[in-house]
């Protein structure tokens, strides 16, 4: 068996971290669904995106400020030049994975040199770098901190820097944005960003140089907030978290991807501080998240209008926001969080919203996205589309899938626990000595997993795997037998002498089967939803013999899959029954003392397909929750 060389990704916490966890490196997704949907990513996603940027006027806005272009502005909004640092981070990622061709990593190459040296012409000697305030509000840096979206754009900025460090050992970049944070440290005062995203941010700048006052700066950014010293404008101080302190607020508020994005700094502070409030912060808001403010995809966000969490249970499918970058957030802080707790029920969040309301973002095609994921759709759309006017959410879909690989397994100081289950080889080095191990399985699709140890030591260690909260039934057999232990919090550990050729084989039973919504959500009440295995699936119109609106899901009728090759890529279907509602509508208006009368006639199949599939078949109308009556 072959053991790739480490790569690096993004959490690579500090020596002193605080972590029950570290991010294990040398990860190699060999096969399966994240690895196709990464290989779109790279082939079409990334260069695409390149095209895209072009077209939108990223580059030509960071020509403006580097005085090397005439011209107009493009765009409205203060923060395109995050667009392409997200992309750049993306290819950092890709290229650290040692996968792309020759050829196209030169090209790659090229483009992000490219960047980059327009990048360094564009800073102003002083380190200031954001190109829509040197161009069209040079007189107003760091004054609109509410929307100017400044310190965001550090923030994206220093987070492709620091990938690109680790991915190409190249300090150029990061030169730029340590420049650019020193100079943000000198001028901001007791100021802070309406967007969080520079803490996480700078945090990683820490790891990556080692210097202490990057780590002071997001602490300080921390600490400023929530005391209402921001405009509370139009949607209020909760909108960017800064009602309250955040080790004292009990709620998620406003903005979700802020609020995700600020989390995530949160529980990245801890990690490399140790001070406890802030975990505590952490875990208290998470748990608010997960218990009323959650879509069953993952999805974060009820709301259209300020892109903000609703109030608890409130979640309507329809009008369901749930953008693709708070989808991307909540996965990032949910893997701080895991790293911080080992606590298995972070990788369980992790794992339904990275294969549900994170990849429904892009299309199978990979050039045609989601910005809103909503639980329902109506006849005729929405269509996928190809850029955005704000266009945060493409990137940061391609950051994630080409940093995937960090997200799936990490080590402590007894073993290597796999908390996610992707084919692949991982290799890590532990106190007892280095050891490798290849994953085989085609997860999330089908229940079988196997694991051959290819490297061992001569001292016992520990493989944990975990035991999704969603599986009720697995069996776990090594070398053929049972396994004895049984797992303790969700996690299945198995420590002994390991040698090479050890096969241990985690079957997580995949029936279909139904979920209930909380009976607080009114949009829910009396209906269903379809999942198997961490997969919600939903039903499309086109699969239905019927209007959607008029299938009623029979819970009673079992429930069958099938394995469906030719379908979206190769996917498994969900067949269940539905009875044809006919509405006896003697009246003209819908209102009455009694209900309108309905009538249900034949059963007949409701074909269901994986929710992250949605809509890659042209627009129509979809659900993921069926009624039930
Ligand atoms: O404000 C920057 C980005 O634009 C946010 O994160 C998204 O929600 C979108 O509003
Ligand atoms: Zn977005």
Redesign the pocket.
Known sequence: MSVHPPTSGPVQLGPGAHAVLRPVDGAVITGGLLYERRRTNADVSIPDGHTRLVEAGNFHNLRLAAGTADGAYRNTLPFLDSDLYKWLEAVAWLRSAGTVPAAEATRLDGWVDDAVALLTAAQQPDGYLQSYFQVVRPDEHFIDLEWGHELYCAGHLIQAAVAHVRATGRTDLLAVATRVADHIADRIGPGFCGHPEIETALVELYRATGADRHLALARQFLDARGHRSLRADRFGSEYWQDHLPVRTADAVTGHA?RQLYLLAGVADVYLETGETALLDAAERLWTDLVTSKTYLTGGLGAHHTDEAFGEAYELPSERAYA???AAIASIQFSLRMLLATGRAKYADLLERTLYNGFLSGVSLSGDHYF?ANPLRAGDGGPARTRWFTCA??PP?VMRLLASAQHYLAAQDENGLLLHQFVAGEYAVSLAAGPIALRVETDYPWHEEINIHIGQSTDRPWTLTLRVPAWATEYRAHLNGEPVAEQPVDGWLRINRRWSVGDAVRLDLAMPARLTAPHPRVDALRGSLAIERGPLVYCVEALDQPHTLDDLVLDPDAPLTTGNRPDLLGGSVTVTATARVRTTEQERWWPYGPTPVSTVLGKAVRLTAVPYHLWGNRGPGAMRVWLPTS
Request: glycine residues 0%; charged residues 10%.
């Open positions: 991807v953008e693709t970058c910005y945060c959410c940061n």
